[in-house]
């Protein structure tokens, strides 16, 4: 039901995934869990204050579900005043998100502006440190023939699906097809409708980013649990 970064953490560079199907990073390291569930997130000056306040809302989101799911509240966005080691820096002019948290250095919260809203809730999943539930070993062939004649994009798969093994944990749990770590396409080869319901699901509506009703999947969920409820006493 998920696939997550390692409770240990990482300590060469960061990982960073992007909802295109970009891989051209594939080769670096992934961050661990925010310390105590608290993400550590600044918003710089210039930014579209309004585009901001989505993000916001989008983070608001994340923790009521992770709250509502749990009993508990694991995880938390603080923003502070300034960028640096072990903040996520937010940026609108990419579309990739460093995968956890990583004290030694500056990591990024990109999300394209608002042509790419929808990819906001899975890019924010990146920050808390989900991976591409697509990429997990046990990923079906159904996702792996998606890639069809793209054989680009399957090498680069194939490449990141063997560093996901390495560099992630699935905490025990099985293969979320409702995850919204999954892009669409490869969403897409699982299930005859991947629209968002409250069960989760890969396409979510821009309206919905903007109003704060959209779900990550119940996988999404526990696999969070999995990785901060060692910092609570549940
Ligand atoms: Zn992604």
């Not at 918003?43 to 749990?70: K, M, S």
């Not at 998100?97 to 990146?126: M, Q, R, W």
């Not at 080869?189 to 309206?207: A, E, F, H």
């Amino acid at each position: 039901m998920g696939l997550g970064c390692k409770r240990d953490g990482g300590t060469a560079m960061v990982y960073r995934m992007s909802w295109d199907g970009k891989f051209s990073e594939s080769e670096t390291n992934v961050g661990g869990p925010w310390p105590n569930g608290v993400v550590k997130v600044f918003a710089p000056e210039g930014l579209d204050r309004e585009y901001v306040q989505i993000v916001r809302t989008t983070f608001r989101r994340w923790e009521h579900c992770v709250l509502e799911y749990w009993g508990v509240q694991l995880i938390k966005f603080v923003e502070v005043g300034a960028a640096g080691n072990g903040v996520a820096t937010l940026n609108f002019a990419s579309n990739s998100a460093d995968i956890g948290y990583f004290p030694g250095a500056s990591t990024k919260l990109g999300v394209y502006g608002k042509a790419n809203i929808k990819s906001l809730p899975h890019e924010v999943g990146h920050a808390l440190g989900l991976a591409h539930e697509h990429e997990r070993d046990d990923a079906p062939d159904s996702v792996l023939n998606t890639w069809g004649a793209n054989k680009m994009a399957l090498d680069a798969y194939k490449l990141n699906k063997r560093n996901s093994t390495r560099k992630f944990e699935t905490y025990g749990t099985d293969f979320d097809p409702k995850s919204i770590m999954m892009y669409a396409d490869q969403a897409a080869g699982l299930m005859d409708s991947v629209d968002n319901t409250r069960y989760g699901g890969c396409k979510i509506d821009p309206g919905h980013v903007v109003s704060g009703d959209w779900n990550p999947s119940m996988g999404d969920l526990e696999v969070l649990g999995r990785i901060y409820r060692h910092y609570s006493t549940i």
